[in-house]
Every structure is written in C-alpha cells, then in structure tokens.
C-alpha cells in the first residue's frame, strides 16, 4: 500500500457546541482521505453517532470499514475464539489483544485499490525503451540529499513502463541532448526553468513540466490550462487567492508569496488584489475570488486536490496551478501541454 | 540541516536500578545520534546528572549544545529581556514562551556541519557532464511511486556534481548503451542484479554498486573487502551473524534470513551457523562470532554504522555487508571495487 497518513478524528458522541465543531473537523477530513475506518465500542453495540458518520461516508460516497473494537471483552461473555455476526463489510477485532488486526489491515489494502482512480502519472504517454529527460534544478531549497517527491515518483512511473530517465540539471541539457544517439520521447523540465529549458530543447521535441503531468494525474488539466487563460480576462483590482497545500516548503512558499505575484503583474500590467490560504485552510467560500491559483499539491492525494478544485467549480471561480500560469505567462502553454492532450 | 531524527532520552536524576537503566539506554542512543542536547532546567541550574552527561558526551566525542530552559520563570525574577550568562556553546531558551528558539536551531545547524565527515557518495569519482548510468531494479519490496533512499541519495549527489544520471532497470541496459553516444564514466547498480549487470556492461565501462559506495560513504570499504574475502578461510561450523539497521523492510528481511545464508552455504560448501540481529539491537558482545555480515544500513547515520563497525573491530571479528559478500561470492568483487579503490 505504501506510506499511509492515519487522521485520527474525535468521536461523535458529545453534545452542544463541542459536538458541532467535532462535526466540522471530521467534515474536513472526510474531504481528503480515500478510506474511512468506523471504530464501534463492540461492548456497547454502534451508538447514534457511529450511524450519524456510516451516513455522512454514505454521503460522501467515501469507502469505509466499521470496526467493532473490544473483541476480548465480548470474549469473555460469549466465549473465547467466537465472535458475533457482522455485515460483510465489518470486522471485529480487539486493539489491545491485537485480534485480527492483520486482518483489518487486508481490508483496508483492499479497500484503497487505487487513490488516482488509474491515472498515471507520465506512464501512457511513453513505452517501453523510451528515453524520457528529467530536468531538475537543484536549489537550496532543495531538500538535503534527496530528490523532491514529484520528480521520485515520475522517474519511479518512468521506470515502471521499462522506460529510461535521463535526470539533469539545466546547464547539462545540451551535453544531455549530445550524449543521446536517440532522440528522447519526452523531455520533462520543473515549471521554475521553464524559459532556459524551453530555449535550450529544440522544438521538435516535446517538452512538457512536473506541475502539467501532476495537474493531469491529480487534478483536472483542463480547467487548469482555461483557467490560466482567463489571466487575460482578468481586471484591474480582480482578487486572486494564492493557495499552497502544505505549509513547510518555503521554496514553494517564496513563489507564491513573491515571484508569482509580480509575475502576474507584470505579464499583465495590472494591479489586483492578492490573498493566501496555505496548508488545510482552504476556504470554504471562494465566491469574492476571480481566480485562484494552486501549488502542485505534492503533498495533497488526488481526492484532497479534486476536492478543492470542485469548491471552485461550485463556486464559478476558475483554479490553475502554479506551473500551469507560469507557462502561460512565459508564452509556452501550447508547447507544453500539446504532449499531454488528446492522450487519455 | 534536511531531515533531522530526535531522540527524547528520560532525565538522569534517578537513583537505584531504574537510574542505571536510563544509563544504559542512553549510553545505546549516544552512540548513534549525530549531536547531543543537553536540557537544564535553568531555574535550578546544572544537576550532577546533567554533569555526568557532560562528561560521558565529552568522553565520546560527542559534539553537544546545553540548553538552559525555563528563561520566562528567571526573567520572572530578574526582569524581562535579561539572561544569566552562559558558556557559548550554551543557550538560554523558554520553550513555553518560545523564546531564542531558532537561534538554539541555528546552533544546532552548525554544529552537524557534516555527519559522514566531508566523504562523499560519488561526487569525488566522477566530473561534471559525466554520465552515470545507475541500475534501479524494481521489484514488488520497492517502495510504492518511490525510489529507495541509496539510490535518491546517488541521484542526488550526481546531480549536484553537474552530472547526468541515467537511471533504468536491468533489461533496458543494452537499450541504454546502445542509445549513449558517449561512454558512461560509471554504472552502478543494486547487489541483487550483479549477475545480469556484470555480463550486460562490457569489461571496459567501470562498474561498481550501491553497497560498495555506501560501504565508502558511511562504513569503511576496505574492512568490508577483506572481511569479505575473509569467507574463503571460515571452516564448517564457524557462526555468522547477519545484521540488520532496520526492523521494517521485507526486501532487505528476504535477503538476510533467506537468500545470504543460502548463498554462503552453496558457494563454501559448507555448513554454518547463523544468528541474526536486526534495529537497534546489534550485540555489545560479537567475541563468539567468526564473520559479521551486515545490510547496507541505508537506515542508519555514519555515526552509527561505524560504531558497528568499531565494536566488531574491537572484538577481532571482521565485518562485511551484503552487497560486497555477494560481489566475491559471485567473483566479481575485483571488478566492482577497482573504480573506488586508490580514490580518496
């Protein structure tokens, strides 16, 4: 199943106020995450609480397994090695006996078969053989001795297919392009060397960038390339809401608070008026915006991203992401989208 | 500084057996840990524990910062904004109020300059504009949409060399030579696949792997060569220990409890007895053994790898890992040791 995030949510058992905003968090958090795990008091049998949740996942449409818990103290009522009857989708287990916890564990593996609903991220646009070249500037906020997740996981996607990833640094690209007896299938750049990449690769090869393949594989590419068209639409004063999923990277955080503020001012010439959400404070309510542009959501699953470029859509304001705009503002939003449309 | 592991160990001002065992136990994390902090609590001033802590970092060498806590309580007596003065590789710090809490990080910053001691993992073998092809097999152990941490860390000290990685899987290396109109000045690639990969990459392309250059970067290489070939004089019957940094990988679990143990018997022909160790728990006492064969330890920091190492040193028993076992095992452990041999 690889890395998991558990969010561990209050019960829902309290009245008043504090029962409210339980209600709102657990809200929250059933925005983005793929499963749910009910965990009933098997001694006291599932309350109106646990019935309230099992109807919001209903809802919700978000996959969940109740978990009848204190399977060791009902033993030692109706028998040790029994256990009462559940619905298929239920299971009964004892969390200080460690009773078929392996058990839970396969089911919930199952459960989550696919977070990107078959997706890929840089998979079915290559084959087998292909030589596909990534280039990824190292700066210093790059993170010490390591590559940053969307470069890892699309090399690892790359490597999936029995592709070939060429990993380079901006200055080695012509050394890169040299080297190669055979013209890469794809050339993938990181959205901040955009200019220098696009200058540097020659146009008859495709070109394209981690934060287009990540708004394809997690998001929705297509509301973010007309939304960062709608740049040209926008007024003088508009309000545009910068938005960063992750509230630690200040590589990130510098291009949203500073460099993609005067970017777009100064591609545009006009003034607006900027606001910025970081980390789990997305707004609920976008309706005073005009436009909003995303991080690339490394550190967001698919269906936290969907979730809020669906707020948006709600709420008739349109959402890019920061590479998209970046590469509409420096001209080259055809060439490197062209790679990934009409591709399934 | 990049990720950072902090080690909470109890309070040293127990008497009787449960304060001998807090010794122990710190004794055990002293060994492993790149840097000590040691919190006084500043209203009372420095115990005779926090002395004996002092001393015990001093005796290991250990770098280490002391930091006097509880600035808001003194300042509540000798007015606000003033502190008592301290050593300088001393803080005053208030971890309520957070106070000169970033400088205290700043501190820390500086003091692990660098943990593997100014060695690197391959930048000083090969130059800019190289090209380094690095062979990555992927099998279902491989972490899901990543790349293992040896082989992110490979990647990364290439490119910050200005040197391009070409990373592929073992079928695609004929693809791969073939597409390079330049000679690779180094491939590397994972242990498992030495067989393959030494008849796929002609005699005249330097070849090494992962295990030898992380033997190099955090372990000493020479004591794993000689330990290695160290095999060929065990007589039947002689115990080796199989060591593991971690408690959590099924591959590397695999390869240790299954696949090594095999290999050792077939290749000597003889019969062996073998124990095995895993995380934390690496014997203080190895008199009995006759060979330590330790994994890679992409889990464990230089500090603590050669800690290992010394206490087998210290014991007279040599002390080899996986990858270079199964190198001269598969006779090739001349050819991938040449390219980092008579390098600094």
Redesign the interface.
Known sequence: ???VMIVDTPGMDDEGELGLLRIEKCKEVMAKVDIAILVVDGTLGMSDGDRMLKKMFEERNLPYITVYNKLDLVQQRIGKGRTREVPQDSIWVSASDKINITDLKDMVAHLVVDPSNGRKIIADLIS??D?VVLV?P?DEAA?????ILPQ??T??????T????????V??IP??L?????TPALVVTDSQAFKEVNELVPEDILLTSFSMLFARYKGDLGEAILSANYLDKLEDGAKILISEGCTHHRQCNDIGTVKLPKMIEKTTGKNFHFEWSSGDSFPDDLSTFDLVVHCGGCMLNPREMMHRIRICQNAGVPITNYGVIMAKMQGILPRVSAPLLGKK
């Open positions: 199943l690889g890395p087998e053989g030589i990824t190292i993170p010490k001795g390591r590559l890892q996981q090399l690892r996607d790359i490597l999936d029995g592709a070939i990833g060429v990993v380079t640094q200055p080695q050394e890169v040299a080297s190669l007896a055979k």
